[in-house]
């Protein structure tokens, strides 16, 4: 069962039907080794979403990829961790800080981080976005506030510094800059990031 609350989410999504919804992550809380588990909630979670007059694309949370086979689970349903579309004017980027091998097996210990491949990829096509607005997605917050400061992005200061100062770079074309993790909803403006 989904929950009054994702069901009042669902239920607001199919009466204003935009042309898309993006999850930040988490959509199952499935750390288990049992493979037949982790496919019957996600399972639910696709169940719940099937229908829908809105497409919800996925990113990537650390509840949904914990381990290597949560993380083949994960893309053999929706494919890389790490992605962008163009729509319009508008370019939507999904990050991912959370399938980095060392990662698996040792929660806590590596610091959660945008490896530097996926760096040099998101800098390209931020600098190929001229005259678009860009909207990010990344589950864990570069600037945590409750909950998660010390196991978000704000980790590894020194990396999550390096992606500050890419987005305040192209401030003027990162419209905002959206997370999951911390199951809150807070504003910031951070050096004229959104």
């Known amino acids: 069962d989904p929950g009054p609350r994702f069901r009042e989410v669902l239920a607001e999504l199919d009466s204003t039907a935009p042309e898309f919804a993006v999850s930040v992550g988490d959509a199952v809380y499935s750390e288990t080794s049992d493979d037949?588990?982790?496919?019957?909630?996600?399972?639910?979670?696709?169940t719940a979403i099937f229908g829908l007059k809105t497409p919800v694309v996925q990113?990537?949370?650390?509840?949904?990829?914990?381990?290597?086979?949560?993380?083949?689970?994960?893309?053999?349903?929706?494919?890389?961790?790490y992605f962008h579309w163009d729509a319009g004017c508008a370019r939507f980027i999904a990050l991912d800080c959370e399938s980095e091998p060392a990662r698996f097996g040792n929660p806590g210990s590596v610091p959660a981080?945008?490896?530097?491949?996926q760096f040099a990829w998101l800098e390209a096509l931020l600098t190929d976005s001229a005259g678009k607005k860009v909207f990010l997605f990344v589950h864990r917050p570069l600037f945590p506030?409750?909950?998660?400061?010390?196991?978000?992005?704000?980790?590894?200061?020194?990396?999550?510094?390096?992606?500050?100062?890419?987005l305040v770079r192209f401030r003027d074309r990162v419209a905002g800059v959206f997370h999951g993790h911390e199951h809150v909803f807070c504003h910031q403006d951070i050096d004229g990031v959104d």
Do not use: I, Q
């Open 36 to 46: 037949a588990a982790m496919r019957r909630k996600w399972d639910a979670y696709r």
């Open 145 to 166: 506030v409750v909950g998660h400061v010390g196991d978000s992005l704000d980790e590894c200061p020194e990396d999550r510094d390096r992606l500050h100062a890419l």
């Open 59 to 81: 990113t990537l949370g650390n509840h949904d990829a914990f381990d290597a086979p949560s993380l083949a689970l994960w893309k053999g349903m929706y494919g890389d961790t």
């Open 113 to 117: 981080r945008l490896d530097a491949e």
